[in-house]
């Protein structure tokens, strides 16, 4: 199956920096990427759907500003998570969307952000 | 509002039982329903559903969706401890997901 690849798996770091979270598609083109963040023990929560060459489009009550999406190409798109607060701390998870035929997600191994 | 729910949202079992996950969805624009297997990092695919009434099967696992009365269910039939996760159903457009049913699957 297709392989997303999603970097770092894990990173800590002090309150107020920023942190980048890469996702990568390595063998197929991504038109459509999902960001989620998971709480321990619930489920998947969409963060924002971002689309190749355009803006990503935030769910209700996701801030824009804290969390910077670029998806430059058709196999890269990058979170940033912009001066982080312990309350960011979560787990990360994104996934792409094959296109050409069934859109099945195919997500990354999640990027566990630590903030202290 | 857009919603998806599952049911139960944790279930334990012993090795060999079957069990039945329901995944129900209220969506505009419904385009498929999704189910994924998490256990300890990434969700794994499973199943995608677009017509009522035919069944996927995979091994054990099965899956079937219900249009008219806007359902999915996911059995698992001689249940190994193996199987024990988090079982998500996500509903396309929007890729919404369940909050999942936890099961474990005891020795």
């Known amino acids: 199956g297709a392989v997303v690849s999603q970097h770092p798996s894990w990173v800590i770091c002090k309150s107020g920096t920023s942190v980048k979270i890469e996702c990568r598609s390595l063998d197929f083109q991504a038109t459509t990427m999902f960001w989620y963040r998971q709480f321990p023990k619930q489920s998947l929560m969409l963060m924002a759907t971002s689309n190749e060459g355009s803006k990503a489009t935030y769910e209700q009550g996701v801030e824009k500003d804290k969390f910077l999406i670029n998806h430059a190409s058709l196999t890269l798109s990058t979170l940033t998570v912009t001066s982080a607060h312990p309350e960011d701390s979560s787990f990360y998870i994104c996934?792409?969307?094959?296109?050409?035929?069934?859109?099945?997600?195919?997500f990354g191994a999640g990027t566990r952000l630590s903030v202290l | 509002e857009d919603k998806v729910v599952q049911s139960p949202l944790s279930l334990v079992v012993h090795e060999g039982d079957t069990v039945t996950l329901n995944c129900s969805y209220e969506v505009t624009n419904f385009r498929s329903l999704l189910w994924y297997k998490q256990e300890k990092k990434a969700p794994t695919f499973l199943f995608m559903l677009?017509?009522?009434?035919i069944e996927k099967k995979s091994g054990r696992l099965s899956s079937i969706l219900d249009k008219k009365e806007l359902f999915s269910i996911l059995n698992i039939t001689a249940t190994q401890t193996g199987d024990s996760a988090i079982y998500l159903c996500a509903v396309e457009r929007d890729m919404r997901f369940g909050a999942g049913t936890r099961l474990t699957v005891k020795p």
């Open positions: 996934s792409a969307v094959t296109s050409g035929g069934a859109n099945i997600q195919y």
């Open positions: 677009t017509s009522s009434g």
